[in-house]
């Protein structure tokens, strides 16, 4: 196998060009055979092993050049060829190789990415800093910055911001559009190849700049000849190529060209290398080529867990459905009679459990792409007006809108009901996609009712309040499956009052506030706690409620609480300025400090960004599991030792 003998970058360049394809082969059946174990971006990264293998030949990310992969993950075949081959069947895994690219990974994961439409701005800022640097230490600065980025995510608004700035500053770097849905342009075949090879040729380049300067140095009509000669060619290459808007931009516009040809691609590659200004080479690729099933159906492929790999088919096809598609299953029986119910995700259809309710009901349903900003403020125009809009989308891509959220939602006090799902724990996807700072950063909102269920029912029961609140919601669920079930009627369904909590276990002297679906491990720990305690002298019993709501938080659970022994507080989020933070300056607004002397603890995931490993996995390292709920709890209320007694105030 020509993969055997890659064991770094380097060892690329050495290659025959005639072995390239046999190496894309190769690449290809070792992302397919790893990610039908491990699960995965499969289909991203199959469309680009052409278009790696010829970065990695033509530029030299050794010494000067630099990749960024936008989003990243379509960078399977890059982990593969520098130098990550011997762990990459344990990407995604806990310990192993991430999903994503990663600077504590690899000195060849330049910057790292999981969300989309970063790479442009962060080229830009290292073209930039590469330009101060080596002026300073008076070096050349002839390396090239590439930033990989696909159709769906130049859409977004940060990748046009950076398109915007970095055109205007003339900085030589390497935007590759990806387009791999044909989306943009279908003029890709010999004739297109062969005028792009033409277009940034050393002769057509030579020829093009002997021209300009001619043509400015005729007397007094020398400018407007030479302005006339640029717009004719600007004509001349948009009458068969769709880059008018990037060449407007400030970009020299190349393509489109077949991003699955090794030999155009690197033969391009050559030639923009030359090219000192801002360029943007257009690629078309397939998604998910060189695998049938993936080839087929692309979106399925997207992001997958394990399958046959002869078959294509999931390992784990269960009856089960995500609470998600719960929320959205449940949504369409309220949309039926409610015909002002309208739908909104941001590129997240399938993955948020949207696509029954986009089958039902096409007209009320809006797919933005990857515009998290604008489907916020698209949301609060259409409430605005009359509707009543549900917004779809993960906790960790809810962070890119807050401004909007803030502003344009809640400072409105406009009923848009915000659906976030994938809070919490994400799992595989790891640092970059762990949804666990949204009651931090959705907390302190005024106006917004924030809300999270302990099962599925409560959440069918969350939903249908959302509208009677006429305000902004927000009802956060983990990435969770349960048994498939019939939807309810809506009439049957209780409306559950605004700050209304649930009493599991009747005890106020020692209790636990629990917000989420851990809420009913707990109940089952603290029962058999309980029943365990009883006929010991001098154990007490502990108390146990489900809070149900973030904000707002009633006066009637503080009354409950405030002159508990200890409290603790169980959230799957980070403990700075989330509930139990909340909970506390509650308490301390509402005691004297004489009286407030109970000790409190707040049960979170603490502090730090999470990296990836499955979610029971990663849920059991932070502590929420059986064993750890029962080592914490005992430690809290029982323990022999002494504990810290910590005293809040209203002045902390």
Not at 57 to 69: A, G, L, Q, R, Y
Request: aromatic share 10%.
């Amino acid at each position: 196998m020509i993969l055997d003998n890659i064991n770094d970058v380097k060892d690329i360049k050495k290659i025959n060009p005639e072995d390239l394809n046999l190496l894309a082969k190769e690449l290809r059946k070792e992302i397919i055979s790893v990610c039908s174990k491990n699960g995965g971006h499969l289909a991203s990264s199959l469309g680009v092993v052409e278009l790696t293998i010829a970065i990695l030949k033509s530029f030299d990310i050794e010494k000067n050049d630099k990749i960024i992969w936008d989003v990243g993950h379509q960078s399977y075949a890059y982990k593969l060829l520098t130098g990550r081959r011997d762990k990459f069947n344990s990407i995604r895994k806990l310990g192993g190789l991430s999903g994503f690219p990663s600077i504590n990974e690899s000195k060849y994961d330049f910057f790292g990415t999981g969300h989309a439409g970063t790479s442009i701005s962060a080229a830009l800022g290292m073209a930039i800093a590469d330009d101060i640097i080596k002026k300073n230490l008076n070096l050349n600065n002839d390396g090239r910055i590439i930033a990989v980025i696909g159709d769906a995510s130049i859409s977004n608004g940060l990748a046009l911001e950076g398109l915007n700035h970095a055109g205007a500053m003339k900085k030589d770097i390497i935007v590759i559009l990806n387009d791999n849905e044909m989306s943009i342009s279908k003029s890709v075949g010999a004739f297109s190849n062969y005028l792009n090879k033409i277009l940034t040729g050393e002769i057509y380049i030579k020829l093009r700049n002997e021209t300009e300067k001619f043509l400015k140095s005729i007397p007094l009509f020398g400018l407007q000849f030479a302005k006339l000669a640029s717009k004719t060619e600007e004509l001349f290459k948009n009458m068969i190529g769709p880059g008018i808007i990037f060449e407007e931009l400030g970009f020299t516009y190349i393509g489109p060209i077949d991003g699955h040809n090794i030999e155009y691609l690197a033969d391009t590659f050559e030639n923009i290398k030359k090219i000192k200004k801002p360029i943007l080479l257009h690629i078309i690729t397939q998604k998910g080529k060189g695998y049938k099933p993936s080839e087929k159906n692309p979106s399925l492929f997207h992001g997958i867990s394990a399958f046959d790999e002869n078959t294509g088919i999931m390992l784990k096809k269960t009856g089960n459905i995500t609470l998600g598609e719960t929320a959205s299953n449940f949504l369409i029986k309220l949309a039926k009679n409610n015909k002002n119910i309208i739908a909104i995700t941001a590129a997240m259809t399938e993955g948020t459990g949207l696509a029954n309710f986009a089958k039902l009901f096409p007209e009320r349903f809006f797919d933005v792409g990857i515009q998290e900003e604008h489907a916020v403020t698209f949301s609060a125009g259409a409430a605005a007006n009359g509707l009543k809009p549900f917004f779809f989308i993960y906790s960790t891509f809810l962070q890119r809108s807050l401004d909007q959220i803030i502003h344009d939602v809640c400072l409105q006090n406009l009923p848009v009901v915000f659906c976030i799902d994938r809070a919490g724990i994400a799992g595989e996807d790891g640092v970059t996609h762990q949804g666990i700072f949204d009651l931090s950063f959705l907390g302190y909102i005024p106006n917004l009712v924030i809300m999270c269920p302990k099962d599925a029912d409560e959440l069918i029961r969350m939903v249908k309040s959302s509208i009677s609140y006429n305000k902004p919601v927000a009802i956060r669920y983990p990435k969770s499956e349960i048994p498939y079930f019939e939807m309810p009627d809506p009439d049957n369904i209780a409306i559950i009052q605004e700050g209304e909590f649930e009493t599991l276990i009747d005890n106020f002297e020692y209790i636990i506030v629990s917000i989420g679906i851990q809420t009913a491990m707990l109940e089952k720990i603290l029962n058999e706690i309980n029943t365990d305690n009883k006929n010991v002298s001098g154990m007490k019993s502990i108390g146990l409620i489900n809070a149900r709501f973030v904000s707002p938080i009633s006066e009637n659970l503080i009354n409950k609480i405030k002159y508990a022994k200890k409290i603790m507080t169980v959230e799957e989020n980070v403990e700075f300025s989330g509930f139990g933070s909340k909970i506390i300056t509650l308490l301390s607004d509402n005691l004297s400090n004489d009286v407030l002397n109970f000790k409190y603890k707040i049960v979170s995931l603490g502090n730090n960004f999470i990296e990836h490993g499955s979610r029971k996995e990663m849920l059991s390292l932070s502590g929420f599991s059986e064993q750890g709920f029962k080592i914490m709890i005992n430690e809290f209320f029982f323990s022999k030792k002494k504990l810290i007694d910590i005293r809040y105030s209203a002045n902390l």
